[in-house]
């Protein structure tokens, strides 16, 4: 066995690998595979497991993993072969492999599994270890999307008038039950939290190893309330460039820690469920729906803004004698919609990002409008100049009236949707819903709309009136 892992993960699935694998499976290698996997990282075992062809190949390569191996390469599993591994596996075997889990993983964990399993795997894991069965139940009391929710119970406090020799001497006893950890916490006999001390610190303070924690640690503590929501969470942690925090209770003592693994994690499932909600969908649909959730999902939406599109239909409806006449107009109708349409989801991507960090203050509304009108004023002029010349070579009569018509018609389109797009996640954010929800179809059907009546009535006027 190699003394030093292969880092696989970077490059391409090797299919040679793959092939021997699945032949050292169908041979029942058993000695062979677990040689194989001791020489690869969890991460890329896990990328192993995803692309074997035959799920039942999937699951008789998992079930020879060691639980400590398997409960890092089960989180790494995609969702779809990571439910037909746990439900192919006992619960006395989920149970053992979820006992080797942090907390906050094994709640996660066993929060995915359907009930009949998530009460054997529990009931399993009150024999094999009660205070890791507590700690898991009590952490699936809590809302998911809380700090408490994503908060871990492994962490490390001492009493604010132990000595720094007593304190490490602590911190040495508690360290194996402990991933990674940066600060301590410290408290009173009542569990209330009165400072933090970084590991740094208390390497310093061993100059004079008979200081009490209290006179070395920091009492500047920023602490998370259990039920503060985990985007705020990840905002605190960004605007305090946290690498850990303790979360406490409505009595301030201590129940738990994040850490920066945890938060980053939040972020990808904000970012991902805001570029799905842009998108008029739902974060998850790929991974846990059927196709039919997936249409019942999507249908409405689309319904919503089919009703919205029509609207321009009837205004187009309205100008068929123009239309008729200058049939270049129908030509540029897309393009005006589409560039408009574009200008505005991407204010509205902006807006809706400040608005996450924390960069944008409702309050002040106006910052951001009059930021984006500047943007839009410069982007209006430049691709309605480029637009206008190009109508003005393209049409055989009416030359100057038309590109005139065509270049008016874009800079005031671009204009209005960058408002739109601007406005509508704030005013939705101040009436208390999902400002990415009216950033998506909504703001782009709206925006054709808006953007052929502009040119209608346009084009109308210039090329009507002489």
Known sequence: ?????????VLE???????????LIHDRSDAALQNIMADLYDFDIAVIIDNLRNDDDAVYLFSLLKDDTASEVILEINDDR???????LSGE????????MYSDDATDFVSDLDEEKKGEVLDNLDRIDKEDSDEVKELLSYDENTAAGIMAKEFISVHENCTVTEAIKEIQDEADQVDQFY?????????????????KRLIIALKNPESLIRDVMNKDVICIEANTDQEEVAKIFQSYDLVSAPVVDAHNKVIGKITIDDVMDVMEEEFSENVAKMAGTDAEELEKKSPFQIAKLRLPWLLVTLFIEFIAVFIVQLHNEILEKIILIAAFM??????SGNTGLQSAAIVVRGIDTGNINLKKWWIPLFRQFKTNLLIG???????GILGFLMSDANHLRFGASVAISMFISINIAGIIG????????????DPALTSGPFETAFQDVIGIFIFMTISTFLLTHT
């Open 381 to 387: 002029s430049a691709v309605g100049t480029v637009v």
């Open 1 to 9: 066995m190699s003394s030093e892992k292969k880092n696989l993960s």
């Open 183 to 199: 600060n301590v916490w410290v408290v009173d006999d009542n569990n209330v939290i009165k400072g933090i001390i970084s590991l």
């Open 93 to 100: 075997k989920i149970s053992g492999i979820v006992s080797e």
């Open 82 to 88: 990571k439910d037909y591994i746990t439900e192919k």
């Open 422 to 433: 601007t406005l509508s996640p704030m005013i939705s954010k101040k009436l208390g819903f």
């Open 334 to 339: 897309p393009i005006i919609s589409a560039i």
């Open 13 to 23: 699935v090797d299919e040679e690998l793959l092939s021997d694998i699945t032949e």
